[in-house]
């Protein structure tokens, strides 16, 4: 027989291998932790705020140029003016409604919405003496209606 020898296993291959791989899926997974992360944060985020604050201008202009419309309204006539509002915000489009809002329907506002965002703008100036209905998007160009007898 034979005598048996063995030499110790040097292990410190595998040791190192296993060590890359695993900071390499750590690293991995935190990239992708990441990549959500910025997203929401540095890119949704300021453009939620870019929508509301544009759906906010966006829908006092409009109320500008209803109550203007209405100020230079004739007592027994119509007049119609047309108006361009920008086609869309922040890469998305949006949608403006006009109407009666409260319990008792006696106040009036502007709501513009999209890419869930809403912003709510008061009709200042007519109050409830003068109703105002009605709604658009931002495609082409929009009218403004004032018949004395009403839709």
Excluded at 87 to 109: I, L, N, W
Excluded at 137 to 146: L, R, V
Aim: net charge negative.
């Amino acid at each position: 027989m034979r005598p048996c020898i063995t030499e110790p296993v040097n292990e410190e291959g595998v040791t190192r291998l296993m060590e890359y791989v695993i900071v390499s899926g750590m690293l991995l997974l935190l990239m992708v932790v990441m990549i959500f992360t910025v997203n929401a944060v540095f890119m949704e985020g300021p453009a939620n705020n870019l929508r509301y604050h544009a759906f906010i201008d966006i829908g006092n202009g409009v109320s500008t140029r209803i109550v203007d419309l209405y100020v230079i309204a004739p007592g027994n006539g119509t007049i119609e003016t047309k108006f361009d509002i920008p086609d869309d915000v922040a890469g998305a489009d949006y949608f403006v409604d006009v109407g009666m809002t409260g319990p008792s329907r006696a106040s009036q506002e502007i709501q513009v919405q999209g890419g869930g965002i809403q912003s709510k703008i008061a009709i200042a100036g007519i109050g409830a003496t003068k109703g105002v209905t009605g709604n658009t998007t931002g495609a082409g160009w929009n009218m403004i209606q004032y018949d004395y007898r009403g839709f």
